[in-house]
C-alpha cells in the first residue's frame, strides 16, 4: 500500500488513488483551531475514511463516508484518540505528524506531549504584536495558575485591564510577528522573540 506525505489531503486525492494513504506534513493551529480540516485519509473498499477537524462542533473527528447513499458517519475524539481509532479501522500506522500549536508548543498528533514551547511568554514581560487591520499593539503578559493572558497596553504604557485576553485567540500571523519589546528584553540578554521563538538581536 503507498503512502504520500503532502501539504494538504483533500477528497479528490483520496477518489482517484484508492487503497493510498494521504497523510500532512504537520498542522498549525492558532485561534484554537486547525489550519488543516483533514491530517490524514484513506479510500477503502466501501468507505473513505479520514481524520478531520470538524468546525462546528470545535473537535477532531474519525469520519467516515460510505459509497453506498448513507450519512456519512463523525465520531469525537481529541486528536491522539482520532489517532489511534483511525490506525485500528484501516490497519496502518501513521507516520509522525508535527503539530504547532501557536502559545501552547510543538507535539506529535499522536501524543499531544508538550516537547517545548518556543511562545511561552514571560510573566509581566511586555510584547509587541502586528495586527493586520490595526498595526502593531503593546501587551503584557499575567500568567496565573499555569494559565498566560495578555492585557493590551496604551501609548502611554498603562494595561487596559478590563481587555484582558486569552493570546491563542491571535492569528498565526499575529503569533509569527511576535517580539518581545526592546526596553524589555535588555533585562533578558538582550535578546527577543522571533518567528516560531527563534532568537533574534533587538532593534535599537
Excluded at 20 to 38: K, Q, W
Excluded at 56 to 65: F, I, M, N, P
Excluded at 111 to 136: F, K, M, Q
Aim: net charge neutral; hydrophobic share 40%; aromatic share 8%.
Amino acid at each position: 500500500m503507498q503512502m504520500l506525505v503532502q501539504e494538504r489531503v483533500t477528497d479528490s486525492d483520496m477518489a482517484s488513488a484508492p487503497s493510498t494513504l494521504f497523510v500532512v506534513r504537520e498542522v498549525e493551529i492558532a485561534r484554537m483551531a486547525p489550519n488543516r480540516s483533514r491530517i490524514a485519509g484513506i479510500r477503502l473498499p466501501g468507505a473513505i475514511v479520514s481524520i478531520d477537524y470538524h468546525f462546528g462542533w470545535k473537535s477532531w473527528t474519525l469520519r467516515t463516508e460510505p459509497f453506498e447513499q448513507r450519512a456519512t458517519d463523525y465520531v469525537r475524539y481529541t486528536l491522539p484518540q482520532a489517532v489511534a481509532a483511525f490506525e485500528k479501522l484501516v490497519g496502518l500506522h501513521l507516520p509522525d505528524i508535527r503539530v504547532i500549536e501557536y502559545g501552547v508548543g510543538l507535539y506529535s498528533a499522536a501524543s499531544s506531549t508538550i516537547s517545548e514551547n518556543p511562545w511561552a511568554l514571560r510573566d509581566g514581560g511586555t510584547y509587541e504584536v502586528r495586527h493586520p487591520s490595526n498595526g502593531c499593539k503593546r501587551y503584557s503578559a499575567k500568567i496565573r495558575h499555569d494559565r498566560c493572558m495578555v492585557v493590551p497596553l496604551a501609548r502611554n504604557g498603562e494595561p487596559i485591564t478590563d481587555a484582558e485576553f486569552d493570546p491563542r485567540l491571535w492569528t498565526i500571523e499575529e503569533w509569527k510577528s511576535l517580539r518581545e519589546c526592546p526596553a524589555a528584553a535588555q533585562a533578558q540578554t538582550g535578546l527577543s522573540a522571533g518567528p516560531l521563538g527563534l532568537d533574534t538581536t533587538a532593534a535599537n
